[in-house]
């Protein structure tokens, strides 16, 4: 059967079209698959899974529709849901990944990952990114009331988009020679990652021998993208209309 893969959808109230869409993505082709992986920013923000207000339940309960109907649902966390947690796992049937993670896709060791830990030239990211995966600030920002993680969040993200305006293009994209080293270092042909927003396929060389990176692209509100591996076929990067 048919495995997926998607990220970036940064799903939250104010894109109710990318929400819908999700929504009928789940029902629809995530139906007729054996797999769904979330390679992460599939929420715009997520503050703890103590928190769920009437946006966030509706997305859970369709995730658990879809677990429940049979389609094994994988989570990896990105830099924008990294507080998901075990209590997110129960509620969806969803598989917590770790970053980086190599699973078997059509016969073929394949690497996963969200993508930011590949931009190691963007020094001050990485710095947060250290930060934000330390599990005692987490525990810290989970002690704190909703509406501090609410303004928290919102802070992080309009800190984020200052820092981002600012930047060179090519800071913010993956380091070559780290994609190399990781591949290596996990022995594969192969790996997907999402988090750029630069959906396409790269050919590069790793130990002498062919190899791949297959980048995931962001949601918008008419397009949708995802990786699809077919039985036999290798990963396949195409993109699909999120309207009805």
């Known amino acids: 059967m048919t495995t997926l893969l998607i990220s970036d959808l940064h799903l939250h109230p104010g ?13 629809g082709p995530a139906r007729q698959a054996e797999c769904l992986y979330l390679l992460g920013d599939i ?50 049937g969803a598989t917590l990944l770790g970053d980086p993670s190599v699973v ?48 928290l969040a919102r802070d992080l993200r ?3 988009g200052e820092a981002n305006s600012t930047k060179a293009e090519d800071i913010m994209d993956v380091t070559p020679s780290e994609v190399e080293r990781v591949m290596a ?26 190899a791949r990176r297959i980048v995931l692209g962001d949601w918008q509100p008419n397009r949708g993208w995802e990786v699809r591996v077919a039985p036999g076929l290798p990963p396949q990067l195409r993109d699909f209309p999120l309207s009805p």
């Open 158 to 160: 309009r800190q984020s």
């Open 43 to 92: 929420f715009e923000a997520w503050i703890g899974d103590d928190h769920r207000g009437e946006f966030e339940t509706g997305i859970l309960e369709a995730l658990r529709r879809l677990s429940d109907a049979g389609t094994a649902l994988y989570f990896m966390h990105g830099n924008r849901d990294f507080l998901v947690g075990e209590g997110f796992a129960e509620a969806t």
């Open 185 to 210: 270092e996990h022995g594969v042909r192969t790996l997907i990652h999402g988090h750029t927003h630069r959906p396409a396929v790269h050919e590069l060389e790793v130990d002498g021998q062919p």
């Open 104 to 151: 078997e896709l059509g016969g073929e060791r394949v690497l996963l990952m969200h993508g930011d830990s590949l931009c190691t030239r963007d020094e001050a990211y990485m710095a947060f990114r250290a930060k934000a995966r330390d599990f005692q600030w987490q525990a810290q920002i989970l002690a704190l009331p909703v509406e501090q993680r609410l303004a």
């Open 15 to 27: 894109a109710p079209e990318v929400a819908d869409g999700f929504l009928r993505y789940l029902d």
